[in-house]
């Protein structure tokens, strides 16, 4: 037993047969031997004597005898191996110290082997040392950042609280001065709206004076009846308001009423009061778009036209107002006191208007009472507006922040450097993209949001796996999903993508975030 401990402890097997495991060398000890499982005994002579005693193979370790034996390569400056016993003397080298076949038929290539190993050991272990020390500042890093949120979560929350109380403060005050204002602005344009009305009317007598007016032009001989010659005379003439197929129509079918003719000069009179309103409404929108001066306007119907009608307005209480230059006219009159909506759903609807060469309309003034109160508002509402945009603000960098620190990023912060970078690894077919904490896709198609940490193989670090899922939907396939298998690296880096079922993408990604702690130096030169 002492000499079996000293041979392995000096790397040697010269005290058991060949391809003997060394862990099993006290079965070769003694003068009998007894099969591994146990189940016979024999004299030592018949270990290795090509022919197959036992059940377990345990007494031909180097023949090729049993078929379910393992031949043990030494393999000395390199690392021992079980091999299939089927393989020995098969006149293949398996072993790199060449023991698996007879007479020196292989050379010995353990020590460069060995020395390979080492090196590639060593260079993984260096990099994981780099690795690790890239870690140290991740969680550096990390760990400040978490600091600087939590900090910040605080101060934006106290800023959102009195930024609210401000907007709450200011929406009441609106509110309160919304009610009178709307309510004047009402009054007013029913007052409006009837003098307008009024105006209308009084137009349209005009217009009846004006045609019984040019109804005297046609009766010639002033007898008070209109003959048939008189009114084909009138629509020959260059002046005629009345259009001569008209006239003639009227005469030909033998009924010449008076009345009627008059009520014909009228309409004519008012078409043409009309057409001249379109035509003035439309040159005065064009001088306005020239003058670059887009405002918000009052509109209402223009009332029929009288004499006075391009100097004079009506305040509410029937006076006359004085028309005010066009730079105070900011009001809107039917959208008080709403949102900024309806704000530019009135400037789209004045753009549409502009296509429409149609509708007459005109700018509304209000009485100074009423155009006060809405100043009021008008000031109420921006004050709100500009608390609500600052308040918005608040709130916004509060979500974010609280957002960003509801992020798993590691026991020691140590994956929070990789939030807000992304990774590109091309194969032959695609191109995977991975961004930490956000997503990863294939040539642009996403395969998976981030989700959540899984453990890894070990079943016991945390943070070994990510999985981003809910990714776009696959054709007869689940939603696309990615597992990303961290593993230490100096640098950050996707290794591997892989599909290994459909829709189901599997990454290996390099980092320094996965990095432990190197075993020291010398642990690597026992191992080997
Ligand atoms: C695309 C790719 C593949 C995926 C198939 C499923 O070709 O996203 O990875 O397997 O769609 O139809």
Redesign the pocket.
């Known amino acids: 037993m002492l000499v079996l401990l000293l041979a392995l402890l000096l790397g040697t097997v010269c005290c058991i047969p060949r391809g003997a495991d060394p862990k099993k060398a006290n079965l070769y000890t003694g003068s009998q031997f007894h099969c591994g499982d146990g189940s016979q005994s024999f004299p030592m002579e018949y270990v290795n004597d090509d022919y197959c005693d036992c059940n377990d193979g345990s007494d031909e370790p180097g023949t090729a005898a049993c078929s379910n034996g393992s031949f043990y390569c030494v393999n000395k400056h390199f690392k021992g191996q079980l091999i299939s016993s089927s393989r020995v003397d098969d006149g293949i080298c398996d072993c790199c110290d060449g023991s698996d076949e007879m007479g020196g038929q292989c050379s010995n290539n353990c020590k460069e082997l060995g020395t390979h190993t080492a090196e590639a050991a060593k260079k993984i272990r260096r990099e994981q040392a780099i690795g690790f020390q890239t870690r140290l500042a991740y969680v550096t890093d990390g760990k400040t950042a978490k600091a600087r949120r939590d900090q910040d979560i605080s101060v934006f929350a106290t800023e959102e609280e009195t930024l609210r109380a401000e907007l709450e403060e200011r929406q009441a005050y609106k509110e309160q001065v919304e009610g009178p204002a709307k309510e004047a602005k009402e009054t007013a344009k029913a007052a409006l709206e009837k003098v307008e009305a009024e105006k209308r009317e009084a137009g349209k007598e005009k217009n009846r004076a004006a045609a019984e007016l040019e109804l005297g032009r046609i009766d010639k001989d002033n007898n008070g009846e209109i003959s048939a010659d008189e009114l084909l005379d009138y629509g020959k003439s260059e002046d005629s308001l009345l259009p001569y197929e008209e006239v003639a129509e009227m005469v030909e079918g033998g009924e010449i009423e008076t009345a009627t003719i008059v009520d014909m000069i009228q309409t004519q009179i008012q078409n043409k009061r009309e057409e001249q309103e379109r035509f003035d409404a439309e040159e005065k929108k064009k001088e306005e778009k020239r003058a670059k001066k887009p405002r918000l306007r009052d509109i209402v119907p223009t009332p029929a036209p009288d004499e006075n009608s391009d100097e004079e307005l009506w305040g509410e209480d029937g006076k006359i107002i004085e028309k005010a230059p066009l730079d105070e006219f900011d009001v809107d009159l039917d959208d008080l006191g709403d949102s900024e909506d309806d704000y530019e759903e009135m400037e789209d609807e004045e753009e549409d208007e502009s296509q429409d060469p149609a509708p007459i309309r005109n700018t509304v003034e209000y009485d100074p009472e009423t155009q006060k109160l809405i100043e009021v508002f008008n000031e109420a509402e921006s004050l709100y507006n500009e608390a609500k945009s600052r308040h918005d603000g608040a709130k916004r960098q509060l979500e974010d922040v609280q957002k960003l620190s509801n992020l798993d990023f590691g026991s020691d912060e140590e994956f929070f450097v990789l939030k807000g970078q992304c990774f590109e690894l091309r194969d032959d077919?695609?191109k995977y993209k991975l961004c930490p904490f956000d997503r990863s896709d294939?040539?642009g198609?996403n395969?998976g949001k981030w989700d959540s940490w899984e453990k890894g193989a070990d079943g016991v670090n945390k943070y070994n796996v990510m999985m981003y899922t809910k990714g776009n939907s696959?054709?007869?396939?689940p939603q696309?999903s990615t597992r990303v298998d961290a593993m230490c690296g100096p640098e950050n880096q996707i290794m591997s993508a892989s599909?290994p079922a459909?829709?189901e993408?599997a990454y290996v990604f390099a980092t320094p975030a996965a990095c432990t702690k190197v075993q020291d130096e010398d642990e690597i030169h026992d191992e080997l």
């Open positions: 077919q695609y294939q040539d198609t395969i696959c054709w007869q396939g696309r599909e459909k829709c993408y």
